[in-house]
């Protein structure tokens, strides 16, 4: 078995190549690996940055696995959306977190808001713009965003300013309590235990009670329960006065995250929602 100092070094070869053959490394983008946001090695982000960026909106993913598993390197998680969006102008950064046993998914959120607060401190270092932040989140990851969403103040407590809005990709939790109430994969007992008051403290949905950034969630529609779960946080985000919209795809639930920046009607889809967001998002996209 390779030793995990040389086992990192082999996965960040594998992906400088990667992005090369992509066309988003090298002279393109500035990678800054591994920045720190606190002391345990899962703390870490990394940074794609334009060269000469000035005043750039910044895309900061979250990965998914179930809460237990996931990294922020992996090919499905990066490479088409640096392939798209780093070359329009877009800072990107992609963030790992502490994992399952370690912490749950509440103390997950709250690393995921200290990942955030660090990267808008560091933003302009990398030619961004700390107050044009876009949240993007896969399966487990969309859950974590979609819950600073909901409950903004855990981002605030670790110093995190606001940020332009949330895009939900095929959220592995939305309504935690309906989910531990019915028929569910292993999976969420091991993340969500069996308390029901950190049910709903962890819940998405329980917690929206006043208007957030605005929200995208997209949804798999070959997933039984994930568009009428999207559906309703979205009702309820838009009840409140948030500005939130559904984006149902004929898509598995992984490839809802790697084809995001394929050129594809999907991908298209989503920017205009970007665009909504801001002026200067707005003029990347154009």
Request: net charge positive; aromatic share 8%.
């Amino acid at each position: 078995m390779l030793c995990p100092l040389l086992y990192n070094r082999l996965k960040f070869i594998v992906l400088l190549l990667s992005a090369l053959l992509a066309g988003t490394a090298g002279a393109e983008t500035l990678l800054k690996r591994n920045v720190a946001y606190g002391n345990d090695e899962e703390q870490r982000f990394d940074v794609y940055a334009p060269p000469q960026a000035k005043g750039a909106p910044v895309i900061l993913m979250v990965h998914g696995g179930g809460w237990q598993f996931g990294d922020k390197e992996m090919r499905r998680v990066v490479e088409n959306k640096l392939a798209r969006w780093v070359p329009k102008g877009f800072v990107f950064i992609a963030v790992n977190y502490r994992l399952l046993p370690k912490i749950g998914p509440l103390d997950q959120a709250r690393d995921v808001a200290r990942a955030l607060a660090m990267a808008q401190e560091l933003a302009a270092s990398w030619g961004a713009e700390r107050s044009k932040f876009i949240l993007m989140g896969h399966s487990a990851g969309a859950h974590l965003v979609a819950l600073l969403a909901a409950r903004p103040e855990l981002a605030a407590e670790q110093g995190a300013s606001p940020w332009l809005g949330s895009i939900l990709l095929d959220s592995g939790a939305l309504d935690v309590p309906a989910i531990m109430g019915s028929r569910h994969l292993p999976l969420y007992d091991r993340a969500f235990g069996k308390d029901p008051a950190y049910w709903h403290a962890v819940s998405p949905f329980q917690q929206l009670s006043r208007p957030s950034s605005a929200l995208l969630a997209v949804c798999s529609s070959q997933r039984q329960h994930a568009c009428p779960e999207a559906r309703r946080f979205v009702d309820k985000a838009s009840q409140l006065g948030t500005r939130a919209a559904v984006l149902t795809q004929d898509l598995s639930h992984g490839e809802i995250n790697q084809k995001l920046g394929e050129e594809s009607d999907y991908t298209a889809a989503v920017e205009a929602f970007m665009r909504g967001l801001d002026k200067r998002v707005a003029q990347a996209l154009k």
